[in-house]
C-alpha cells in the first residue's frame, strides 16, 4: 500500500523510481506465496491489493507531470523568446504537445498493438532542431510504458498464482484459468 501512495510522484523519473519499489514489493508478495499456506482472508486481501494496482493511473499522470515540465523547459531554451525564432519555438512546443498527447492517448491501448507499431526506430518528420528536442523523450517515454506493463504482468502473475494455490488447498486437481475470476 506504500508503494501505491508513491504513484502520485511527479514527472518520469519518479514514477520509475515507484515502479521499482513495486518490483521489490511483488517480489517479496512472491516470496510469501512460495513459503507457505496463507488463510482464505489474507489471499483476498492480496487479491484486492493487487487487483487495485493494475491500472494506468501513475503512468497517465507521470505522462501529464512529465508535458507539463517539458513546455517549461521548452520556454527556456535559448532563443525561445526571441520575435525572429517565435515561428520555429511554437512549431516545437506543438510537436512536443502532439508526442504527450500521442502517448496519453495511446496508454488506453493495449501494449502488444504498441510494441508491434514500435518496433521500428521513429524518425521525426523533420529536421528541425526544435523537432529533435521533442523527440528526445520519446525512448524514455517508451521504456516507461514497457516498465509499467513489467510491473502490472508481475502482479497479474501473482493474482494467478495465489487464485491457483487457494484453489488447489480447497480442491482436488489445477483448476482451469478461466475459472479463476480474473480479468
Not at 21 to 37: A, D, K, R, W
Not at 108 to 126: D, M, V, W
Request: one cysteine or more.
Amino acid at each position: 500500500r506504500l508503494a501505491q501512495h508513491l504513484r502520485r510522484e511527479p514527472l518520469i523519473v519518479g514514477y520509475l523510481v515507484t515502479l521499482a519499489c513495486e518490483g521489490l514489493t511483488m517480489e517479496g508478495v512472491h516470496q510469501v506465496l512460495q513459503s507457505g499456506p496463507l488463510g482464505a482472508e489474507s489471499r483476498h486481501a492480496l487479491d484486492t491489493e493487487l487487483a487495485l494496482r493494475d491500472n494506468m493511473d501513475g503512468y497517465r499522470g507521470a505522462l501529464r507531470s512529465e508535458r507539463a515540465f517539458a513546455l517549461s523547459a521548452m520556454r527556456e531554451l535559448p532563443g525561445y523568446d526571441f520575435w525572429f525564432t517565435r515561428g520555429f519555438a511554437n512549431d516545437g512546443t506543438s510537436h512536443l504537445l502532439a508526442l504527450m498527447g500521442g502517448y496519453l492517448a495511446d496508454a488506453g491501448r493495449p501494449y502488444q498493438e504498441l510494441a508491434a507499431e514500435r518496433k521500428t526506430i521513429h524518425k521525426p518528420n523533420s529536421s528541425r532542431a526544435s523537432y529533435r528536442v521533442a523527440e528526445l523523450l520519446r525512448p524514455a517515454l517508451d521504456k516507461t510504458r514497457e516498465s509499467t506493463e513489467r510491473i502490472r504482468a508481475s502482479g497479474r502473475a501473482l493474482r494467478v498464482l495465489n487464485a491457483l494455490q487457494s484453489r488447489a488447498a480447497s480442491a482436488d486437481g489445477v483448476p482451469d484459468l478461466a475459472e479463476l475470476g480474473l480479468p
